[in-house]
């Protein structure tokens, strides 16, 4: 096909399909691209393009086809009628560069929380209505469905359908009491309290959820949940030094956080990297009595791929292959583990402060911060820069300024005699100052 052709109007030509190097800011990937012109009005083509990270054939097959969608999407935009912010959502999913469980997030959020803005034209749609929306939704929706029309409406602007995206910053409601739920902590003597209960909780019979050690082993590492549940037996690492000044060997326990878990309950897995990317990974130390406390019983007779923490294994489904068979061991739900919480502390001044598992790692935080150790409490929790955490974890501490030497010293008071008594003090002083110098002018 000839370069005029290519740019014949709706006409979108083969893609160009090439493998692409690991550069610093963008991974190894099949891109497919292409360019096309929707109207006569168009100043320069719009590129149509499709990528995928998988390696192989696979890989330029899913390439080729995002491609594909991409390009039936811009196609579907070039007609009389303007396209539903459904339509524009789903064209900015395929043609944005998301993990998959992301872009399976935002289906979700578009098909609940975004349904009633399914049939609405982009070309209709006003900042009011969306703050309208977006004002009817739960403060944890919030987030996700204005990330998702922003970018819809985004791409909207991109193909020239629309000259201003809506979706802008005002169109958040800003909910002036989620602060206080946010920033809630605990002091030492709640913590205590509840550790009593998980320690009863986990105790009883034929309980199934480990919340006791599960929440102690949060308190050592100010850890997500999902991160805690995630650890497997070889994230347990135990480093022993013999040669030490003292003659004593030297035991290092560290506990490797560098992933989470994802999924539902029934399809648990293990993603290898955390909620903040792989430049939240760390290494946290524990005490040695915390290891032989908590630690030590959970790695008895596991190997390195065991979960620290399993599920009771049940056996197979009637009807399945599996029927009757035990199956393999699962880490335990972060779903079951905050049911457990919430069952504990029902009826309790916990439930009615709406204290939950993230809790714990607000309280982690705090209290470092209050030691003094912010930059450590930032390292503990896995964030790049204390932004983070005095925004969502911690209280800044107010400082405490000791310039009273200094000042006392600059600003020193000179008062001249105030009452009589003063005065003849003062000439009394001058007139023996006056005998002392004659005197010695005398000799």
Same mark, same amino acid.
């Given at each position: 096909?000839?370069?005029?052709?290519?740019?014949?109007?709706?006409?979108?030509?083969?893609?160009?399909?090439?493998?692409?190097?690991?550069?610093?800011?963008?991974?190894?990937?099949?891109?497919?691209?292409?360019?096309?012109?929707?109207?006569?009005?168009?100043?320069?083509?719009?590129?149509?393009?499709?990528?995928?990270?998988?390696?192989?054939?696979?890989?330029?097959?899913?390439?080729?086809?995002?491609?594909?969608?991409?390009?039936?999407?811009?196609?579907?935009?070039?007609?009389?009628?303007?396209?539903?912010?459904?339509?524009?959502?789903?064209?900015?999913?395929?043609?944005?560069?998301?993990?998959?469980?992301?872009?399976?997030?935002?289906?979700?959020?578009?098909?609940?929380?975004? @349904?009633?803005?399914? &049939? #609405?034209? +982009?070309?209709? /749609? %006003?900042?009011?209505?969306?703050? !309208?929306?977006?004002?009817?939704? *739960?403060?944890?929706?919030?987030?996700?469905?204005?990330?998702?029309?922003?970018?819809?409406?985004?791409?909207?602007?991109?193909?020239?359908?629309?000259?201003?995206?809506?979706?802008?910053?005002?169109?958040?409601?800003?909910?002036?009491?989620?602060?206080?739920?946010?920033?809630?902590?605990?002091?030492?003597?709640?913590?205590?309290?509840?550790?009593?209960?998980?320690?009863?909780?986990?105790?009883?019979?034929?309980?199934?959820?480990?919340?006791?050690?599960?929440?102690?082993?949060?308190?050592?590492?100010?850890?997500?949940?999902?991160?805690?549940?995630?650890?497997? @037996?070889?994230?347990? &690492? #135990?480093? +022993?030094?013999? /040669? %030490?000044?003292?003659?004593?060997? !030297?035991?290092?326990?560290?506990? *490797?956080?560098?992933?989470?878990?994802?999924?539902?309950?029934?399809?648990?897995?293990?993603?290898?990297?955390?909620?903040?990317?792989?430049?939240?990974?760390?290494?946290?130390?524990?005490?040695?009595?915390?290891?032989?406390?908590?630690?030590?019983?959970?790695?008895?007779?596991?190997?390195?791929?065991?979960?620290?923490?399993?599920?009771?294994?049940?056996?197979?489904?009637?009807?399945?292959?599996?029927?009757?068979?035990?199956?393999?061991?699962?880490?335990?739900?972060?779903?079951?583990?905050?049911?457990?919480?919430?069952?504990?502390?029902?009826?309790?001044?916990?439930?009615?402060?709406?204290?939950?598992?993230?809790?714990?790692?607000?309280?982690?935080?705090?209290?470092?911060?209050?030691?003094?150790?912010?930059?450590?409490?930032?390292?503990?929790?896995?964030?790049?820069?204390?932004?983070?955490?005095?925004?969502?974890?911690?209280?800044?501490?107010?400082?405490?300024?000791?310039?009273?030497?200094?000042?006392?010293?600059?600003?020193?008071?000179?008062?001249?005699?105030?009452?009589?008594?003063?005065?003849?003090?003062?000439?009394?002083?001058?007139?023996?100052?006056?005998?002392?110098?004659?005197?010695?002018?005398?000799?």
């Amino acid at each position: 096909m000839s370069p005029r052709a290519k740019l014949e109007i709706g006409v979108i030509p083969e893609p160009s399909v090439r493998w692409l190097s690991k550069t610093k800011t963008k991974p190894a990937m099949w891109r497919a691209w292409a360019s096309t012109r929707l109207s006569e009005d168009d100043a320069k083509p719009t590129p149509v393009e499709g990528s995928s990270t998988l390696r192989g054939e696979a890989g330029k097959a899913e390439a080729i086809a995002r491609f594909r969608a991409h390009a039936n999407a811009l196609l579907g935009v070039n007609r009389a009628e303007p396209p539903t912010v459904k339509e524009m959502a789903e064209s900015w999913l395929e043609w944005r560069t998301l993990r998959e469980s992301s872009r399976a997030t935002y289906r979700t959020v578009l098909a609940t929380s975004l @349904a009633p803005l399914h &049939e #609405r034209p +982009v070309t209709e /749609v %006003t900042p009011g209505e969306l703050f !309208d929306h977006l004002s009817s939704l *739960s403060p944890g929706a919030v987030r996700s469905a204005y990330a998702l029309l922003r970018g819809a409406f985004s791409r909207a602007v991109g193909l020239g359908l629309i000259t201003t995206s809506p979706a802008t910053k005002d169109v958040v409601p800003q909910r002036a009491a989620d602060s206080d739920k946010v920033m809630r902590r605990l002091t030492v003597a709640e913590v205590q309290e509840l550790r009593e209960m998980f320690r009863a909780g986990q105790s009883r019979p034929r309980a199934s959820t480990p919340i006791y050690t599960v929440t102690e082993l949060m308190l050592r590492t100010g850890a997500r949940i999902g991160e805690v549940l995630a650890l497997q @037996a070889k994230h347990i &690492e #135990r480093d +022993v030094n013999l /040669v %030490t000044v003292s003659g004593e060997p !030297d035991i290092t326990t560290l506990v *490797s956080i560098t992933g989470t878990q994802v999924g539902s309950d029934g399809n648990l897995r293990r993603q290898e990297h955390i909620k903040s990317g792989p430049t939240g990974r760390r290494k946290v130390k524990v005490s040695e009595a915390f290891y032989r406390e908590h630690l030590a019983p959970l790695l008895n007779g596991k190997s390195g791929d065991d979960w620290l923490f399993e599920a009771r294994r049940v056996s197979g489904r009637k009807g399945t292959a599996a029927a009757g068979t035990l199956l393999p061991p699962q880490m335990v739900s972060a779903s079951n583990l905050r049911t457990a919480w919430r069952n504990l502390i029902k009826g309790t001044v916990y439930e009615k402060a709406e204290v939950t598992p993230h809790t714990y790692r607000r309280t982690v935080a705090q209290a470092l911060v209050d030691d003094g150790k912010a930059e450590l409490a930032s390292a503990l929790l896995g964030h790049s820069t204390a932004v983070t955490l005095f925004r969502s974890y911690a209280d800044r501490p107010v400082p405490v300024v000791d310039p009273s030497a200094l000042l006392d010293g600059i600003f020193v008071e000179h008062r001249g005699p105030q009452t009589e008594a003063d005065w003849e003090a003062l000439y009394g002083d001058l007139d023996a100052d006056e005998a002392a110098f004659a005197s010695d002018s005398l000799e």
